[in-house]
């Protein structure tokens, strides 16, 4: 089969295109015929090293972590889906596992769900980490109807799943963007945009209830700012100083600091299913890439700051 993957971790120097063995599937698994993969901040920092302790050290690696695509075959222990289901998922590339950026994948069939009613392969691939990260994100938020939440990079891969999920709950969004950006996030649901800079978000005299940062670079001591006595802050990219001071800042002021991570039990799929169906939910893709042109998918996808999802088809 053609797969993209590295030699070692690192940039598009260790990285290519090219044959690649093809995957046998055993017991729970499914063999998949990949259609479209979507890039996350997760793919190209985990493809980079950031998380060798996690990722380990087995190379040649393909990476890629969404995906949907077509059932080729089911392993002796795969009951619920047959060739020819349309399914998309996630795949875990840690310990070494490899991911989707390649024509076939075997992988456990707890990992899949069947793509709903005309949902297409890109918009399928484009929903697992993202959506289910922003969906998580807010419901850790605590945002209800009436809740006035601040989401920091509204445009982005979580950014505008969130904008759009915190519309359907009846909260008031305020999207933090660039002035090119800011249409889109009114049009999918932000009562207010502000620029995304330090200093823009220093200035505002603004106080949120909730603010889940899909960014994740949002500086902590605005943030603290930002929130109301009570307020929730929710960060895509938590680390364990800022868990550990979350302790503190609650104690004193009453703000809470948690992480926003992707949760995936069935119920949290069947929400954002449901949402898509009602035409509540869509994803926001501008760029689209072949296998052959992976490189320049996750050059955009680490220094581009690209609207929505990028997506891989294969």
Known sequence: MKAY?????????VSQYGDYPDP????????VEVKAVSINPVDFKVKRGDLKFLSGRKFPRIFGSDFSGIVKEAGTNAEKFKPGD?????????????????QFIAIDQKSLWIIPGEMSFEEAASLPIAALTALNGLRRCEVV????????????????????IAKTKGAVITATCSDANAELARKLGADETIRYSKEDLASTNKKFDAILDAYGHMDLSVAQRLLKRGGIYASTMINPFTLFK?????LIWGKKLTSSNMRALPEDILEIEKLFNEKKLHPVIENY???DKADEAFELAEKGKPRGKIIIRI
């Not at 993957?5 to 120097?13: E, F, M, N, Q, V």
């Not at 996630?90 to 950026?101: E, N, P, R, T, Y």
Request: glycine share 20%; proline share 0%; aromatic share 12%.
């Open 24 to 31: 046998s599937v055993t017991g729970n698994q499914v063999l």
């Open 246 to 250: 979350s302790f503190f800042i609650n």
């Open 145 to 164: 109807k009436g809740t006035q939440v601040l989401i920091n990079g509204g445009t982005g891969g979580v950014g505008h799943f969130a904008v759009q």
């Open 289 to 291: 890439f072949t296998l």
């Open 5 to 13: 993957y590295s030699t070692r971790y690192g940039g598009a120097d």
């Open 86 to 102: 349309r399914v998309y998922g996630v795949i875990s590339v840690i310990f070494g596992k490899q991911g989707a950026l390649a």
